[in-house]
C-alpha cells in the first residue's frame, strides 16, 4: 500500500458542508477542491504547477513596488467591481481583507421602555474616513482609506499557501455594474475550502492598486464619455463605453489600468466631485474606493455625510440654510420668522439677528395665543417659518451665557426643507442606529415646544401646516431615546422623559381626542383637521381639474375663483366637502392614495389607532417604571374620551370631564385606556374571515374593503394578539409582499389606472419606508424573525440597485414590483435632483437603510453587498 493511501486510510472521516453555508448556493462551476479526496502527489503536483504559473504573473510585472513613498491603506473590503464588467467567469482576486466582516448582533432582551428592535446596533465599517478628511490632507496623504505602508516596507505576502487555499470566488451574479464582495477564509467544520486555479492568468498585486488623477482633466473626461444623457450622473441609462483608463501610481502615471462598469465609473465621478469641492488639482486615489462594497459605502455616506448635510438650525447661523421654502408660491417672497408671543427672549434674540443681518431681510412677527382656522388662511399671503427649541448658547471659557442656539435637526431633504412629524420620527430610528442620539433627542424637544406653542405636533414648521397634525409617534421615539442616555445623569433625564410624556398626554387628549378628530359613536380617533380653502403648499396646478368646473360656473379664471373661495366670497358646500377629506388624507401623510380618496375624514384608520394604542401603552409603562406609578401634569387642559368602562366608578358627578391638574395620572388609568381602544379595534376595524385589519367609515358604518399594509402596524404597537398576528402573517402577508419588500396596499385595491384615474403615489405599486420599518418590528415583536429578515433583505435589494446603478441615488420612495426608482405618481419622487455626487438622499430612505441592517445576518448583507435577487437568495419561483 502506497504511502499516500495510509495517509488516506488513517485520516478521519470529515464531516460533510453544513446546509448553513454560504457557499452551498452559487457555487463556481469548477467546484471545491478537497484536500481529503485527492491523492497527496496529485495535491502536490497541483501546488506546483499553480506555483509556477504564480511565478510567471509576478515576473509578467515588470512594476517594482518599493520605489514609491505613497502611504498604502489597507482595504476593509474585497469588492471588486471591474472584475465583473469584462466579461470574466471568475473575479480577480485580491490580498484577503484585514477588517473583520460585520457582527451579526444579537437583539437584547427587551426593555419595557423601548419596543422591539429598538435596542439594535449595527456594527460599522469605518476605516474609511469621509472626503473632508481625505482631501483635507496633503497631496501625497490625499489617499482614501486608512493604515499604510511606508517606502521600503516590506508588502505582505498575499500568496502565501495557507492564504491561498482560503481564497474562493463565487460565481458572477450580474454582468454590469457591480462585483462581488470576497468572503472571509472559509473554514466550514474543519473542512477548508478552496479554490481549483485555473490555468489562466490571475492578476496577482502586492500592494492595493492607486491611481495618480488630474482632477478637472479626468472628471471632464468622464462626463464627455460617459454622461451621455447630460445629468451630472453615470448611470446604466447612460450609453457610453463604460470603461477609462487611469494612471497608476507606482508608474508614475505612465501605465494605465482600465476602470469598467457604471458603480466604479460613478464612483470615480464621485471622488472627483469631492477633490474639486475641496481644492484639489491631483489626488492619488486608492481603487478600494472605487470597488467599495456598496452596502458599506452606502452605510457609510449616509452616517458620515448624508445626516450632517440635512441638518438644520434656526438661528443666527443658520437661518440661511432654513429659510428658503421652494413650496411658497405666494407673491411675497420675503423670508419671515414666526415666534409664539410668550416666548419674549427669543423674539428679542431674531430681531437682534435681523437687525445685525440687513442682507437677510428677515421679517420678525409674533403669533397670537389661539391659533384659528382664519388666522392660518390670512397667512397664505405671508407665509413664513414657524420657531422651534432652543437652548442656551453658554462660552465654555467663561460658562456665561451669551444668549440663544438653535437645537439641531434633520429634514427630509429636497422640497422639504423643514421639521417634519412621522418623516422625523423615522428619521430618529436612523439616527439612534448611528449612535447620532443627541440629534434624536433635539427632535423630542422641537416636538415638545410645538404641542406647548402651536397645539400639536405640526406636519411641519410652516405657517400654512399650522392646523394639521401627522401620525404620533411621539411616546415612542421618547422612550428611545431615554433608553440610550447617559445614566450618569439619571434625574436629568427623568425630567426630560416627564417633560415629553407630559405633552404626549396633552396631545392625546387636545387633538386625537377631542373633536373633530373623535368619533363619539365608535370611541375611536379620525385624521381630520379643520381649515379653511384650498392647501397653499401644494403644486400650482395640483387641484386645477378640481376647481375649473366651478370657476367655469361663477364666471371667473382659476386664481380668481381660488380666491374669493378661501375668502368665503362664494360657497359651494361640496367643495367644502372634498377640501375636509383632503386637508385629512395630508395629515394622515398619505397623500395621495384611492384608500382615502374623497373620505378620509370618515374613516376610523387602522394605522391612527394602532398609534394611539402605542401612545396608551407607552404612557402607562413610563409612568408605572420611571415615575412611581403618579404623573402630575402642569398645563390646564379637559381630559376628553371616554373613560374606560373600569374606570367609570372614579368619573366625576355628572359625568362632566376632568381636568388635567385635578389627580395625578396613574398607569391603571391608561393600560385600561388601551384595553378598551383595542376592544374596539376589534370590533370595528378586524376582520377575521380574511386575518387584517380595515378601516372603518364612521359615516356609512361599515368596513372599507382597501386593503392597506398599515394593518400591520397593530403588530408594531402590539395591539393584536397572537391569532391575529398569525394570520396577519400566514394569511395576509402575502398580499402585499413583491419583489422589492412591501407595498403600500394591493393591486385590486387600487383599482384600473387609466388616464382619467392616474397612479397615486401611495398606492400599490409603491413602496415606503414607513410600511417597511414599522412591519420589520413588528414582526420580529412576535417572534416572525424569519420574515422580517426576508423583508428587510428585499428592501436593502432594491435600495443597493439604485445606489449601484444610478451614482449613488437614494430616493424618496420606489416602485418595488419593478424595482424601480422611476415613478410614474402625481409628484414624481424626490431625492434624484443632484449633480455628481449624492449629499443629501432623502431622510426616512437614509434611515429604512441604517435600521434595515441591523435584521440582516452576515451572510444576508454580504449577498445584497453582491446585488442578489432577493428571489435567487431565497429560492422563489415567480
Given amino acids: 500500500m502506497s504511502s499516500s493511501q495510509q495517509q488516506r486510510d488513517a485520516a478521519p472521516p470529515q464531516p460533510p458542508l453544513s446546509p448553513r453555508s454560504p457557499f452551498t448556493k452559487n457555487q463556481d462551476a469548477d467546484g471545491f477542491y478537497d484536500e481529503h479526496d485527492a491523492d497527496t502527489a496529485s495535491r502536490e503536483h497541483f501546488r506546483s504547477l499553480a506555483s509556477q504559473m504564480r511565478r510567471m504573473s509576478v515576473n509578467s510585472s515588470a512594476v517594482s513596488h518599493s520605489d514609491d513613498s505613497f502611504d498604502i491603506p489597507s482595504v ?16 480577480k482576486q485580491d490580498a484577503p481583507s484585514t477588517t473583520a466582516a460585520p457582527l451579526d448582533i444579537p437583539t437584547p432582551a427587551g426593555n419595557p421602555l423601548q419596543p422591539a428592535g429598538g435596542a439594535r446596533t449595527v456594527a460599522k465599517n469605518n476605516d474609511i474616513p469621509d472626503p473632508d478628511q481625505a482631501y483635507g490632507e496633503d497631496q501625497d496623504k490625499a489617499t482614501i482609506l486608512s493604515g499604510s505602508f511606508t517606502k521600503g516596507a516590506a508588502a505582505p505576502n498575499v500568496d502565501s499557501e495557507k492564504q491561498r487555499q482560503m481564497q474562493r470566488a ?29 490555468l489562466s492568468h490571475d492578476a496577482v498585486h502586492e500592494a492595493p492598486r492607486r491611481f495618480i488623477v488630474d482632477v478637472e482633466e479626468t472628471m471632464r473626461l468622464v462626463l464627455e464619455q460617459e454622461d451621455t444623457d447630460g445629468n451630472f450622473q453615470i448611470c446604466i441609462t447612460d450609453s457610453g463605453p463604460k470603461v477609462l483608463s487611469l494612471g497608476t501610481a507606482t508608474s508614475n502615471g505612465y501605465k494605465g489600468f482600465d476602470i469598467r462598469g457604471t458603480y466604479m465609473l460613478s464612483n470615480l465621478l464621485q471622488e472627483l466631485a469631492l477633490a474639486r469641492e475641496h481644492g484639489r488639482k491631483r489626488i492619488v486615489l486608492d481603487e478600494a474606493r472605487l470597488t467599495e462594497n456598496p452596502v458599506d459605502r452606502l ?27 421652494p413650496k411658497n408660491r405666494s407673491k411675497s417672497q420675503n423670508p419671515r420668522i414666526y415666534v409664539p408671543a410668550s416666548e419674549t427672549e427669543m423674539l428679542d434674540y431674531y430681531r437682534k439677528v435681523a437687525h445685525d443681518r440687513p442682507s437677510l431681510n428677515l421679517s420678525v412677527e409674533a403669533l397670537p395665543p389661539t391659533i384659528t382656522p382664519e388666522f392660518t388662511r390670512d397667512l397664505n399671503d405671508r407665509p413664513g417659518l414657524l420657531a422651534l427649541a432652543m437652548r442656551d448658547d453658554i462660552d465654555p471659557s467663561t460658562g456665561e451665557k451669551r444668549g440663544l442656539k438653535g437645537i439641531p435637526f434633520v429634514v427630509p431633504g429636497a422640497r422639504f426643507n423643514e421639521l417634519y412629524n412621522w418623516d422625523s420620527y423615522f428619521i430618529a430610528l436612523g439616527l439612534v442606529v448611528d449612535n447620532l442620539v443627541d440629534l434624536a433627542k433635539g427632535i423630542v424637544d422641537h416636538f415638545i415646544f410645538e404641542i406647548k406653542h402651536y397645539g400639536k405636533i405640526l406636519n411641519g414648521n410652516r405657517t400654512y401646516y399650522l392646523m394639521r397634525a401627522q401620525p404620533p409617534f411621539l ?33 392625546y387628549h387636545t387633538v386625537w381626542m377631542s373633536e373633530p378628530r373623535y368619533d363619539a359613536k365608535t370611541q375611536l380617533s379620525r385624521y381630520r383637521p379643520e381649515g379653511l380653502g384650498v392647501p397653499p403648499e401644494t403644486e400650482a396646478s395640483h387641484f386645477t381639474h378640481v376647481l375649473r368646473p366651478y370657476a367655469e360656473k361663477h364666471g371667473c379664471s382659476v386664481n380668481e375663483f381660488t380666491r374669493k373661495y378661501n375668502f368665503g366670497e362664494v360657497k359651494e358646500p361640496e367643495l367644502d366637502l372634498y377640501f375636509m377629506h383632503d386637508r385629512a388624507v395630508r395629515e394622515s401623510g398619505h397623500d395621495t392614495t384611492y384608500r382615502f380618496e374623497k373620505r378620509c375624514a370618515d374613516l376610523a384608520t387602522i394605522d391612527l389607532n394602532a398609534l394611539l394604542y402605542k401612545y ?20 390646564d387642559f379637559t381630559l376628553n374620551g371616554p373613560l374606560p368602562p373600569s374606570m367609570a366608578a372614579s368619573a366625576p358627578a355628572g359625568g ?15 393600560f385600561a385606556r388601551a384595553a378598551h381602544r383595542k376592544a374596539q379595534v376589534d370590533r370595528y376595524c378586524w376582520n377575521d374571515g380574511m386575518g387584517l385589519y380595515y378601516d372603518y367609515d364612521t359615516r356609512t358604518e361599515e368596513q372599507s374593503v382597501y386593503e392597506s399594509v398599515t394593518a400591520f402596524w397593530a403588530m408594531w404597537a402590539g395591539m393584536a394578539s397572537e391569532d391575529q398576528a398569525a394570520k396577519l402573517v400566514h394569511r395576509s402577508l402575502k398580499r402585499f409582499e413583491v419583489q422589492g419588500g412591501l407595498v403600500s396596499g394591493t393591486e385590486d385595491s387600487r383599482g384600473k389606472i387609466s388616464l382619467d384615474r392616474p397612479n397615486r403615489q401611495w398606492d400599490y405599486p409603491y413602496a ?34 439604485a445606489f449601484v446603478d444610478f451614482n449613488g441615488t437614494v430616493p424618496e420612495k420606489f416602485d418595488a414590483v419593478n424595482l424601480s426608482h422611476m415613478v410614474d405618481a402625481e409628484y414624481g419622487n424626490q431625492g434624484l435632483d443632484f449633480a455628481f455626487v449624492p449629499k443629501e438622499g432623502f431622510g426616512w430612505m437614509n434611515a429604512s437603510y441604517q435600521v434595515g441592517l441591523t435584521f440582516l445576518t452576515t451572510h444576508q448583507r454580504r449577498a445584497v453587498a453582491a446585488l442578489q435577487h432577493p428571489d435567487d437568495f431565497y429560492g422563489v419561483r415567480r
Fill in 76 to 91: 476593509p473590503t474585497g469588492f471588486n467591481a471591474n472584475a465583473y464588467d469584462n466579461g470574466a467567469s471568475t473575479p
Fill in 170 to 198: 463565487r460565481g458572477v451574479v450580474r454582468t454590469y455594474s457591480m462585483g462581488q464582495q470576497k468572503r472571509r477564509p472559509n473554514k466550514m467544520n474543519d473542512d477548508t475550502i478552496i479554490r481549483a486555479r485555473r
Fill in 299 to 325: 452605510s457609510r455616506m449616509i452616517s458620515q455625510s448624508f445626516w450632517h448635510n440635512l441638518t438644520r438650525r434656526i438661528d443666527g447661523d443658520g437661518l440661511d440654510a432654513i429659510l428658503s421654502d
Fill in 475 to 507: 411616546t415612542d421615539l421618547a422612550l428611545q431615546v431615554y433608553s440610550r442616555l447617559d445614566p450618569a445623569d439619571d434625574a436629568e433625564n427623568k425630567e426630560w422623559l416627564r417633560s415629553a410624556i407630559r405633552a404626549a398626554i396633552k396631545e
Fill in 616 to 635: 396608551e401603552v407607552d404612557i402607562a409603562t413610563a409612568i408605572r417604571e420611571v415615575f412611581d406609578d403618579s404623573l402630575e401634569l402642569v398645563d
Fill in 656 to 670: 362632566k370631564p376632568s381636568r388635567s391638574t385635578e389627580t395625578p395620572q396613574t398607569s391603571a388609568e391608561w
Fill in 768 to 801: 415606503w419606508p414607513p410600511h417597511n420599518v414599522l412591519a420589520w418590528v413588528g414582526l420580529e415583536r412576535y417572534g416572525y424573525l424569519e420574515e422580517a429578515r426576508r423583508l428587510a433583505y428585499r428592501w436593502l435589494y432594491m435600495m443597493t440597485v
